[in-house]
């Protein structure tokens, strides 16, 4: 008996001290295909790694930039990238024109180009760019590398190649000057500025090498750095450009690596352990934390991307307007940005972000008021409510179904059901695209602007569409449409008037309980204590222009 | 001659389950909810770009014809195109599946180096204290989350002892100043290859913590494996013949008992293996690792279709060939079973 308790006895201890021994908080659960999204409780302390490389190793660290960065990048051509490249793109290439980041008195800035004018109805520019600028394989930059530039990507058509829509011909005047003829009334300086499908690139490598070659990890640009060397879903280098036309100065960086790294605790213990200089979309829950750590610095800033539930204005009960004013005046706005938002977002007023051009402070903005909804619902027919809806978003997206779960409660003191399906975009999509009368009633999703004017917002959301794309609440207001065409026309001549066009379009939305406005999101970076320099730029989303920055 | 047959009728086989695979994978992902046109496009297509973008890939064809473009482009050593991306997908491959095999080969080595020998001796000394102790080790290695222990794994060895790094294949350092020249993909080989003792060291520190948390689920399963075809094979007649006749104990079991008793155990390495090589996934998330889970699990949710299908053939294709390595290791070691 004795000999055989031995052993159990023995691996019971063994099994204790084990459980003892982790020193761990609750451990994590079992990840689901929706990887990238898992928020777990990381320890609140963590102990920097000791250093362990020599003091010339550690010499070459300091001059080195690490961003550790949560997500891929699909396409490194300057022609067609569309995504999250653009971190990449916007330290290799260069756009004709510059949109200052918020604080600024002027919108844009000199860039590629260096002044530039256009006639009275801005259906022709003229840019004068600027000299003695080297693209990274020696070619001089200059007006006809304009013109080819913008031709190629045009020409590839994909990406954001429709933001030259308008340019029906571009004329190399002389070598540092190009005049665009338009079809129609665009700003096209500000279409300069995009962060997509507006790089300057080599017609030289472009035409000798081809898309491939840009694609495996090679940038021709005239950027202040170049890719050196780029293993996919790893690691991605660049180095310092010499001959960059803006000159180097002491204390700038001489490399920069992109870690892709997709993992947020990853990331998390990276930069507190200053193996990373610079991340974002570290767990939420955290936030206390990091910004209680003297070594990391959290910039938070606001962004240009915003959530919004669109209704469906065709599909009854939702086609009558008190209802969906209703449903505006049921959503706990407040409960739900202190409580499950915190610094991360801020009630949305209106459609375009607070910050950008176009914002108006003075719109209509709905407030939680079960009483008025109630009211609204009465006038409507509808007293007990007594119908159901079907509320579509991101799966995987944790903010967006807590958004459903807390509004899912509030709609039940209304009378109304409210069905929340998480589902992957691609099925989303699919839905929303299919006969409005069999698909979705609210459509929560995000928007950010391809290049920034209220126009990206206010057309692709709500222009009358005849075959569905981003019209996802299927409204149709004349009136409307000719307001924001009108806008985009007046944005080229007078961006004062075409703002003020912009928000009184923006209120026949909020009149009309055409969407669900929900919250700005806030951009949150967070930085090691001696990274100097680093201005957060909205338009260029969590790009960091490694060029402004020392250590 | 029999084995030459045998061989040619498991390849017929193979080529029937990587055409029968292929259709139907193919025809999921086309029939799934999504729009490729759009996706190739990118995140903001207009209707025109959607509808140029249709004809440029095909996607007006019926479907079979669409299927019999893709099959016949493969044939020629053409992958197909990323959606996503717009790039060959054939470079992809190239530089994550190398690292898949480097990491799954790794796990699978630390796996039978430490639970075989593990399973031998346990199944040996039955009810013993490395009995109990093996068996634990046994079940942990199989019910630990693998996401949860990889974390585990970084806070202890990294934040708290500093002497394993959090993840990726190389540090930054040796990746900027002492790069490996990729000749295969597999950075411990081109290491070598190339004399560069520093990247050598550098690429084996970085494989020992993904790899051993891959391994813990392939530990626990030889080690249970190993044992309970050991106690069976221990009992036969001529194991106790070999002892009596005074061969030495470890001669008896490592050779004698082993040879007899592994074949279920390499079967389910086997299986492992080629499961591992899309199923490593949370561990490529959590250490970085560019790998071909990560890569497919991508491919997945924006439902890049091209790289979806390819990379299900590429897997089958290694099921096929490891099926029929397993099948001709047994015939090889146990002479009751034919080639049939």
């Known amino acids: 008996m004795k000999t055989k308790n031995r052993p159990i006895l023995i691996v019971l201890l063994l099994v204790l001290s084990l459980v003892g021994a982790q020193c761990t908080p609750k451990p994590a659960p079992e990840a689901t295909a929706e990887m990238p999204a898992e928020v777990t409780e990381a320890p609140a ?140 009334s665009a700003p096209l300086d500000l279409i300069a500025s995009t962060g997509y499908a507006a790089w300057m690139y080599s017609p030289k490598s472009y035409e000798e090498k081809g898309s491939d070659w840009f694609a495996e990890g090679n940038c021709a640009g005239t950027g202040s750095y170049t890719i050196e060397s780029y293993e996919r879903g790893s690691r991605l280098v660049m180095t310092r450009f010499e001959d960059y036309w803006g000159g180097w100065q002491p204390g700038q960086f001489e490399k920069v690596v992109f870690e892709i790294s997709q993992d947020p605790v990853v990331n998390q213990q990276k930069i507190e352990a200053g193996d990373a200089d610079f991340t974002y979309e570290l767990p939420p829950d955290n936030l206390e934390a990091l910004k209680a750590n003297a070594d990391l610095v959290v910039y938070e800033n606001p962004s ?88 579509t978003y991101s799966s995987g997206d944790l903010d967006e179904q807590q958004l459903g779960e807390l509004w899912k409660a509030e709609l039940a003191k209304l009378g109304i059901e409210l069905e929340v399906q998480g589902m992957n975009w691609e099925a989303q999509w699919d839905l929303s695209k299919s006969d409005p009368l069999q698909a979705q009633d609210i459509f929560v999703m995000y928007w950010w602007p ?28 004349q009136e409307f449409d000719k307001l924001v065409e009108d806008g985009d026309v007046m944005t080229g001549v007078d961006k004062e008037k075409a703002a003020e066009m912009f928000i009184q379009a923006q209120q026949i939305l909020l009149d009309d309980g055409v969407s669900l406005f929900f919250y700005d999101v806030k951009n949150i970076h967070v930085a090691r204590v001696d990274i100097k320099g680093f201005v957060d730029n909205p338009a260029y989303p969590h790009v960091v222009f490694v060029y402004q920055l020392s250590r | 001659m029999r084995w030459v047959e045998y061989l040619l009728r498991r390849l017929m086989m193979a080529v029937l389950v990587l055409v029968s695979v292929s259709i139907i994978i193919f025809v999921i992902a086309r029939i799934i909810p999504s729009d490729p046109a759009a ?50 997908i054939a470079t ?33 000394k039955k009810g013993s204290l490395l009995d109990h102790l093996t068996r634990l080790i046994s079940i942990a290695g199989v019910s630990m989350p693998t996401f949860w222990l990889g974390l585990l794994l970084q806070l ?48 084996l520190i970085h494989i020992i913590l993904p790899a051993f948390t891959l391994a813990t689920y392939a530990i626990g399963l030889a080690i249970r494996m190993t044992r309970s075809s050991m106690v069976e094979v221990l009992g036969e007649n001529y194991i106790l013949a070999a002892r009596v006749a005074g061969i030495p104990e470890r001669v008896v079991l490592f050779v004698l008992a082993l040879k007899n008793a592994i074949i279920p155990t390499i079967t389910v390495l086997g299986l492992s293996f080629v499961y591992s090589l899309t199923g490593a996934i949370l561990v490529e998330v959590i250490f970085s690792w560019p790998g071909l889970g990560s890569y497919v699990t991508n491919a997945v949710l ?31 070691l146990d002479p009751r079973v034919t080639l049939q």
């Open chain 2, 39 to 88: 996706a190739w496009v990118g995140p903001r297509p207009t209707q025109e770009q959607i509808a140029k973008a249709r004809l440029e890939l095909g996607l007006d064809q019926p479907l079979w014809v669409q299927y019999y473009r893709y099959a016949s482009a493969l044939l020629h050593g053409d992958f197909g195109t990323s959606v996503r991306s717009h790039q060959p």
């Open chain 1, 450 to 477: 391809d290049y920034v004017s209220p126009f990206s917002f206010l057309y692709s959301m709500f222009h009358s569409e005849e075959s569905i794309l981003f019209n996802l609440g299927y409204y149709s207001n």
């Open chain 2, 156 to 203: 202890l060895f990294f934040s708290r002892l500093g002497i394993l790094p959090i993840g990726s294949r190389l540090s930054n350092e040796i990746a900027l100043y002492n790069p490996i020249q990729v000749k295969t993909g597999f950075y411990l080989l081109d290491s070598v290859l190339t004399h560069n003792w520093l990247a050598f060291k550098d690429a």
């Open chain 1, 45 to 184: 302390e963590v102990t920097e790694a000791p250093a362990t490389e020599p003091p010339a190793a550690q010499a070459n660290r300091a001059s080195i930039f690490v961003y550790a960065h949560p997500t891929e990048f699909p396409d490194l051509d300057p022609a067609k990238s569309y995504s999250n490249d653009s971190v990449i793109m916007s330290n290799c290439y260069e756009t004709l024109t510059f949109y200052n980041p918020p604080g600024n008195d002027e919108v844009l800035s000199p860039k590629l180009a260096v002044s530039w004018e256009s006639n009275e109805d801005a259906t022709e520019w003229t840019f004068h760019l600027r000299e003695g600028v080297k693209f990274h394989d020696g070619e001089l930059f200059n007006a006809e590398a304009v013109k080819y530039a913008i031709s190629k990507t045009t020409e590839l058509g994909i990406g954001a190649a429709y933001i030259w829509g308008s340019v029906e011909e571009m004329e190399v005047v002389d070598d540092y000057t190009i005049k665009f003829k338009l079809s129609y």
């Open chain 1, 304 to 391: 240009f991307q915003n959530l919004v539930g669109l209704l469906n204005t065709k599909k009854p009960p939702l086609d009558k307007v008190k209802v969906r004013q209703a449903l505006s005046y049921s959503f706990p706005y407040e409960q739900f940005i202190t409580g499950v938002m915190g610094d991360r977002a801020t009630q949305a007023r209106g459609v375009v972000p607070a910050g950008m051009w176009g914002h108006g402070e003075e719109l209509t903005q709905y407030s939680y008021d079960l009483d008025k909804a109630r009211q609204l619902l009465t006038e409507a027919g509808f007293p007990d409510g007594g119908f159901k809806l079907l509320m």
């Open chain 2, 92 to 124: 992809d491959l190239k530089s994550y599946l190398p690292a898949t095999l480097e990491l799954v080969m790794a796990a699978m080595f630390i796996a039978v180096v430490v639970g075989i020998p593990l399973g031998v001796l346990s199944g040996a």
């Open chain 2, 302 to 332: 924006s439902i890049d279709f091209p790289v979806i299908v390819t990379t299900t053939l590429v897997v089958t294709v290694f099921y096929v060939v490891v099926n029929l390595l397993l099948d001709l290791v047994q015939a090889g």
